[in-house]
């Protein structure tokens, strides 16, 4: 036995890697990112912005002009505190962290795998309750499974990450209120979604709200935030780690997300895509496409695997699943601008003849 064997927590040798998959020439739809870089009229001033960058010195800890920004890009009302993140997984991390050894931490399934990941990473117990054949919360099994489980933390997708729906607002509300858990709304697609719960922050003392700029043009710039309470962020601010949102970063979402006029246009493009995308998909017998408030689509398909390997070799990544996953017969298709989307659609047409 090797010395890191003998060395490493037993469990985390039982965990695989959060999986990242070889995108170099390939069209890639597979991670719900934004098509849209820089506008180039804003390339030059964007440049010599970041240039005025300080980053021989340690960033503002506490992102003062870059809260500022978040706060009116996202309409975040001046009652509420924001907590930034190295995306927003790190603000999971911390939620984790927050909790006692052992404590439990509940989500649905299928969501996204780093509520469960980060539980085992942090000594924690996870539970996900299942969703309903249409992707749909239960509520009278989830608030049973909840009081009779007692969650410390319950992760909420709204939407959904992978299957794209938004879950009934008024059966979130109910599930808020019938647990003394803190509640996470994942919020990560918001800009895609009708509706949010922000405003419902100051309803609900055990609430908080989890945004990204990922999905809006900058994931490389790796931004979360977390929206809450003063009393909740001032607390959980003790267990960020200082200096964590870098000067490039800070500089670079500054500058960027100044421009909400062009953030608004774009994510109505791919709204409008979305749409089209829909509809040229459902046109395919063999395929059926689940409703999204996303920038992507989750499709069924008998032969996923089959269509997935087809799709590499004609130079398009999309995101496909294990074939022991529960989601083995799925695939999940970001949503891109509309020569992109026609390639895809062209290559799909090519497949099934």
Not at 175 to 193: G, K, P
Request: aromatic fraction near 10%; hydrophobic fraction near 40%; include cysteine.
């Amino acid at each position: 036995m090797t010395f890191i064997e003998q060395w490493l927590r037993s469990d985390i040798k039982s965990i695989n890697a959060y999986h990242v998959p070889d995108s170099k020439n390939l069209l890639k739809l597979d991670a719900m990112e934004s098509p849209f870089g820089v506008p180039s009229d804003l390339k030059e001033d964007f440049l010599n912005y970041i240039d005025k960058a300080k980053i021989n010195r340690y960033p503002d800890a506490d992102s003062t002009q870059l809260k500022s920004t978040l706060r009116n890009l996202m309409e975040v009302p001046k009652e509420f505190e924001i907590l930034l993140g190295n995306g927003s997984d790190e603000l999971i991390q911390l939620l984790a962290l927050a909790c006692n050894e052992g404590d439990l931490v509940m989500s649905f399934e299928p969501s996204f795998v780093m509520y469960e990941m980060v539980s085992k990473y942090a000594h924690l117990k996870y539970h996900g309750i299942k969703l309903d054949s249409n992707f749909d919360i239960n509520l009278s099994e989830s608030i049973a499974a909840i009081n009779s489980k007692n969650p410390k933390l319950i992760f909420i997708a709204y939407p959904n990450n992978p299957t794209g729906n938004a879950f009934d607002y008024d059966a979130i509300r109910e599930i808020i209120r019938s647990t003394d858990a803190l509640v996470v709304l994942d919020e990560a697609y918001y800009a895609y979604s009708d509706r949010s719960f922000l405003s419902e922050i100051s309803n609900f003392s055990n609430l908080v709200v989890l945004r990204t700029i990922s999905k809006i043009g900058f994931a490389g710039l790796r931004l979360g935030l977390l929206i809450g309470s003063k009393e909740t962020i001032i607390q959980l601010n003790k267990l960020r780690l200082p200096y964590n949102i870098n000067v490039l970063t800070q500089a670079s979402a500054n500058f960027l997300l100044q421009d909400k006029q062009g953030i608004l246009n774009n994510a109505q493009i791919l709204i409008d895509e979305r749409h089209r995308l829909f509809e040229e998909l459902s046109s395919f017998s063999q395929l059926k496409v689940y409703p999204s408030q996303t920038n992507f689509l989750l499709v069924r398909c008998d032969d996923a695997q089959s269509l997935h390997s087809y799709l590499i070799e004609n130079g398009i990544l999309i995101k496909g699943f294990s074939s022991d996953s529960s989601l083995s017969e799925f695939i999940r298709i970001s949503v891109s601008e509309p020569s992109e989307n026609n390639t895809l659609i062209e290559a799909m047409r090519d497949y099934y003849g």
